[in-house]
């Protein structure tokens, strides 16, 4: 090979099923020039053997090895061997959608003379692209130059490409927590860039569903430690939409993980939570939180909240047990949460509603997945439960409303997650 253009980096763990696709999504590309290197983080399956096989059989593959210490230090060993010009950053068990992702980010990144250029992404769910719950900071309506002030949020990092030489200057790398990793990376490299090109064009597809990961309490404390570096990133370099961002996620998993484990009394996730509550600005938070000036409740106010939360739960079943037709909006990860949570709880949902079936299973855990019809209007005894992020919320309550539903509940994801014996990503 010449000299290098793009550096793919895949860490590895056990994702036997998938290595073959993101290879070969490698392979197909346009780009000349061009290494992938897979960095085996420990694997115990047959993850290695294929590796193996996919270097002997194209000349650009090689393969890392280190002891399970997780993939942010696989990057990290990964960006220490790369040998090309801007690097890009792939997970195993995805891909890139067009042949000439690579080729269009490399040449849009030297035609426009930024260290970091991008694209958008979009989900693989069950066979299928989908644009539908994808996170707005991962979709790009027009090609245009984001300053890192206007910059929208800290994911999709593995839509965009690197100047190598660039990240060594300002020694950008992984974190070594256990989730997360990827978002203080990304936010220090726009911050440390001043912003980045970004394109409409989509780059990368992010599989969904097929995963479940459990959070323990190292794995929440990796996330909220993430999002600790990412606010204080964000404060050093006048990122106020990042703020935003962060009071955004605080209302989800987010603030789900750093209350329950705040409860339980981890002094790591107190420490934390008050790290931030200093770090954010406060005319921001109070945008999004109607009663306080912080981003999480501090000690006796956060025990009342977590206790609270949890009487409402019952309350809440109580109320669904006594409902005739119980309906879910929104048939995305929340939506699948709520329809397990329901059936454990003895409440069957007849059905998830969607506002388009385009893109969308026939039926999921087998509830059928069905067009909001104006025929439920009929029947008083009914429920909706729009179960989406909130930022979403008010604009579904305003079309099922102009559809002529009335029995609506709008879910506070950021409660229903402390509803659940374990929190699932």
């Known amino acids: 090979m010449g000299n290098i253009k793009v550096s793919v980096i895949?860490?590895?763990?056990?994702?036997?099923?998938?290595?073959?696709?993101?290879?070969?999504?490698?392979?197909?590309?346009?780009?000349?020039?061009?290494?992938?290197?897979?960095?085996?983080?420990?694997?115990?399956?047959?993850?290695?053997?294929?590796?193996?096989?996919?270097?002997?059989?194209?000349?650009?593959?090689?393969?890392?090895?280190?002891?399970?210490?997780?993939?942010?230090?696989?990057?990290?060993?990964?960006?220490?061997?790369?040998?090309?010009?801007?690097?890009?950053?792939?997970?195993?068990?995805?891909?890139?959608?067009?042949?000439?992702?690579?080729?269009?980010?490399?040449?849009?990144?030297?035609?426009?003379?930024?260290?970091?250029?991008?694209?958008?992404?979009?989900?693989?769910?069950?066979?299928?692209?989908?644009?539908?719950?994808?996170?707005?900071?991962?979709?790009?309506?027009?090609?245009?130059?984001?300053?890192?002030?206007?910059?929208?949020?800290?994911?999709?990092?593995?839509?965009?490409?690197?100047?190598?030489?660039?990240?060594?200057?300002?020694?950008?790398?992984?974190?070594?927590?256990?989730?997360?990793?990827?978002?203080?990376?990304?936010?220090?490299?726009?911050?440390?860039?001043?912003?980045?090109?970004?394109?409409?064009?989509?780059?990368?597809?992010?599989?969904?569903?097929?995963k479940v990961v459990k959070f323990d309490e190292q794995r929440a404390l990796g996330l909220l430690g993430s999002y600790r570096d990412v606010a204080q990133i964000a404060s050093q370099y006048n990122m106020l939409n990042i703020q935003h961002f962060i009071c955004r996620e605080s209302k989800g998993e987010l603030g789900a993980l750093a209350y329950k484990y705040a409860y339980l009394g981890s002094s790591d996730m107190l420490e934390i939570i008050a790290e931030m509550n200093c770090q954010m600005d406060k005319d921001i938070i109070k945008q999004y939180e109607e009663k306080n000036d912080k981003l999480f409740l501090e000690g006796e106010e956060l025990r009342k909240y977590v206790e609270e939360v949890q009487q409402e739960k019952y309350r809440f079943i109580d109320k669904l047990q006594k409902i005739k037709r119980v309906f879910i909006f929104g048939a995305g990860t929340t939506g699948r949460k709520v329809a397990l949570f329901l059936q454990r709880n003895k409440v069957q949902a007849e059905a998830f509603l969607v506002s388009d079936l385009k893109d969308n299973p026939n039926e999921i855990y087998g509830i059928p997945v069905r067009e909001v019809g104006k025929e439920m209007c009929n029947d008083t005894s009914y429920l909706i439960m729009i179960a989406t992020f909130w930022y979403s919320q008010d604009e579904i309550e305003e079309f099922l409303l102009h559809q002529g539903m009335r029995n609506i509940y709008k879910l506070d994801v950021r409660k229903f997650l402390l509803w659940l014996d374990e929190i699932e990503h």
């Open 10 to 210: 895949v860490p590895v763990y056990n994702m036997e099923q998938y290595i073959i696709t993101a290879v070969e999504s490698f392979e197909k590309q346009t780009l000349t020039d061009k290494e992938i290197l897979l960095v085996d983080d420990g694997s115990t399956d047959t993850s290695c053997e294929i590796m193996k096989k996919c270097a002997e059989q194209y000349t650009n593959v090689s393969i890392l090895r280190q002891s399970h210490t997780g993939s942010g230090s696989a990057r990290n060993m990964g960006m220490k061997h790369a040998k090309g010009e801007f690097i890009a950053f792939l997970d195993p068990d995805d891909f890139y959608i067009s042949d000439d992702a690579l080729e269009f980010l490399y040449q849009l990144a030297k035609e426009k003379k930024v260290p970091v250029c991008g694209g958008s992404s979009c989900d693989f769910v069950e066979g299928r692209f989908s644009i539908k719950g994808v996170r707005r900071e991962r979709i790009f309506t027009e090609d245009s130059y984001i300053t890192k002030e206007e910059y929208p949020g800290a994911t999709g990092y593995w839509a965009f490409i690197y100047e190598r030489a660039f990240l060594r200057k300002y020694h950008i790398t992984f974190p070594d927590y256990l989730r997360g990793q990827d978002a203080p990376f990304f936010v220090k490299a726009i911050a440390c860039a001043g912003g980045a090109y970004c394109s409409s064009k989509a780059i990368y597809a992010y599989r969904k569903h097929h």
